[in-house]
């Protein structure tokens, strides 16, 4: 069973993940967490928190020589902004005069964060106590997570690639075959394959930050050469789609999830959506069409599998809502925390992870084994039955 633990404040010392249940006797590239982690970072739009940090990994547990030994990985990302937060953000209890004089308290809760909700839920009046863990410095620590699994995909021939489709109502329309997405996908830093619109979504980000304003959009993850049948049909808790709808709505902002053509499938006939089932002695069992975006029943069925992912604006706004002071009940405008003014880009990297991870984890429940040559057997096993079944 694959699972992971993530821990870390945004600006506390570093982040920690636990993932326990990859295969022993797996290769890992640990330069290739490193790209994933500075794709994460990057992106038009992004804050200057991201000029202050380098997100590196650390592998500290259940790796030697480059290959996992199948005993817990434990990951660290330190945050290099922690020097500026080390008396903010110490675990050292501290007297009550530096209780009074503490800096960067929050009682002005931003609307569309966790601030107000999590502030009451959890009896702090502090709402940094809230902010700190439900930042999307997270999502660094997810996409280290997802890195590991991505390895072991491509290792067993899966491939998975992330682009933006839409920023601030700015649609990437074009009808790309898998291999275009495949060949564009890093080609500029709002991470569109259309080049031509690249800039006209890049002066939107522009003034929606100057206006003190944030912007969301689509992202879309592909997972390709997916062997057939994982995921089940027999319980909701076991459909692959249901458990990356999960994965995906998990990521801060996002709102809304779909697969193939999503919600356009409420327009459609069920003879347009469907996708019709082919045979041929080279490629087996195949399929006319990817409307359904190679899932049924909750299962793969061997086409690309196509996940859309929604991401509502970030809402901490230099020009900020109304709000309350938890302490006076006073209206006030919210408070102002440094933040970007639009991370799709960046989030597209995140939800390419959240996918990866809940791929390995079905694949891995699907199988079952310990060893990675072993896992590998079985996978190009099932491949086979495309064709003899
Ligand atoms: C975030 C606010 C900003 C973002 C942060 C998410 O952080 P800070 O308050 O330190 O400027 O930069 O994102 C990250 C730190 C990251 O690594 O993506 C928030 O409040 O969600």
Redesign the pocket.
């Known amino acids: 069973m694959l699972r992971f633990l993530t821990s870390g404040e ?2 506390g010392p570093q982040l920690t993940v636990i993932i326990e249940g990859l295969p022993a006797n797996m290769s890992i590239d640990i330069d290739q967490i490193n790209e994933e982690m500075f794709k ?2 990057g992106g038009y739009g ?5 000029q202050i ?1 380098k ?1 590196t990994v650390e592998i500290v547990s259940g790796v030697r020589h480059g290959y996992t030994l199948g005993s817990p990985v434990t990951i660290v990302i330190k945050n290099d ?1 922690f020097t500026h937060w080390r008396n903010i953000m110490g675990a050292a209890p501290i007297s009550e005069e530096e209780q009074e004089n503490m800096k960067r308290v929050i009682t002005k809760p931003r609307p569309g ?1 966790a601030d107000l909700v999590g502030g009451m839920k959890y009896n702090h009046r502090d709402l940094r106590n809230v ?1 700190e863990r ?4 997270e ?2 620590a997810r996409v280290a997570v997802g890195a590991l699994c991505k390895q072991l995909l491509k290792q067993l021939g899966i491939d998975v690639y992330s682009r933006v489709v839409e920023i601030g109502g700015i649609k990437d329309e074009g009808l790309y075959d898998i291999q275009t997405i495949i060949e564009n996908v890093d080609k500029n830093d709002v991470r569109v394959i259309d080049d031509s619109i690249a800039q006209a979504i890049r002066d939107k980000i522009d003034s929606a930050k100057k206006e003190g304003d944030s912007i969301g959009g689509v992202v879309q993850v592909i997972v390709d050469h997916m062997p057939i049948g994982i995921g089940s049909y027999v319980h909701y808790d076991r459909k692959l789609d249901g458990r990356i709808a999960q994965s995906v709505v998990g990521i ?1 902002a996002f709102k809304g999830v779909s697969f193939g053509e999503g919600f356009k499938a409420a327009e459609k006939l069920g003879s347009e959506i469907q996708d019709p089932i082919l045979y041929s002695e080279e490629q087996g069992y195949y399929r006319a069409s990817n409307h359904l975006g190679g899932l049924e029943g909750g299962m793969s069925n061997g086409m690309p599998i196509i996940v859309n992912g929604v991401m509502k604006p ?1 809402p ?1 706004l230099y020009k900020p809502l109304a709000s309350v002071d938890i302490d006076s009940k006073a209206p006030f405008k919210a408070t102002i ?4 003014s639009c ?1 799709v880009p ?1 989030a597209s990297i995140v939800c390419e992870h959240a996918v990866s991870y809940e791929i390995a984890r079905s694949i891995l429940e699907e199988f079952g084994s310990h060893d990675f040559s072993r896992l590998a057997q079985q996978v190009a096993e099932r491949r086979e039955l495309n064709q003899t079944f």
């Open positions: 945004s600006h994460r970072q992004r804050g200057r928190r991201m940090e997100d902004d964060h902010l439900s930042s999307a410095r999502t660094a801060n970030i901490t925390e440094r933040s970007d991370a960046a």
